[in-house]
């Protein structure tokens, strides 16, 4: 079986660390390196992973040297990777039993580096296991394929739910970024004309922001967006306009799902 080194970066995730890395654990895809990279916790975050590690050896919690934001703490776990493959999944979120078995066996045959799937929503106070999660209408469909042109107007690939091959793109790092740091990994791989192709299944939760909250102000990702694409692609001012234009709209509308 491939093995898959799954990222998590961890900031004071206590009470909700332990159900996202059972999720993980409980895969019916058994060869898996849970790479954790905990960014300066000040809860009791480390005390969880250590004990987790202690039960169970796939678990490989680090500290990090010192606070660097969530594409550092990726980053110190992706140059750890050992596996084949390389997913992600944030220390909230939560991955349904079957995902990595489903989405390697479509990853076999989808002639892409780069997969993700569909996934649903929770409500942010949600306490249950991803075994407790009952399937509800709140779902974000992937789009069977996108390129890059399409990326560029919205990220249509939820972090939760993508997956590179290292075998045929090689250790893949995120941007040293505030935000979007995903958004532009995805971006990275697919310039050159390689397609991300998706498993149209649900197979992650995502736990949405609580009503208010910055993260769940779509709109205060402009500015992100905006550096994105005039540092990180290099995009003309029209162009990254044009781009900008298609990513509120769609980042609004996708919210309210």
Known sequence: MPLVSVVMPVHNSAATLGASVRSVLAQTHTDVELLITDDASSDDSMDLLKEFAWQDGRVLPEAAPRQGGAARARNLAIERAKGDYVAFLDSDDLWLPTKLEKQLAFAATAGTPLTFTSYYKMEALFEGEAADFVANGRVVWAPEQVDYRAMLVQDHIGALT???DRRVVGTKLMPDMPKRQDYALWL???????????LREPLAVYRAARAGSLSSNKLSLIPYNWNLYREHEQLSVVR???????AAWHSVRKSRI
């Open 162 to 164: 993508a997956m590179y």
């Open 188 to 198: 990275s791989i697919m310039r050159d004309g390689t397609p991300a192709r998706s």
């Open 240 to 246: 990254s306009a044009r781009a900008l234009t298609g």
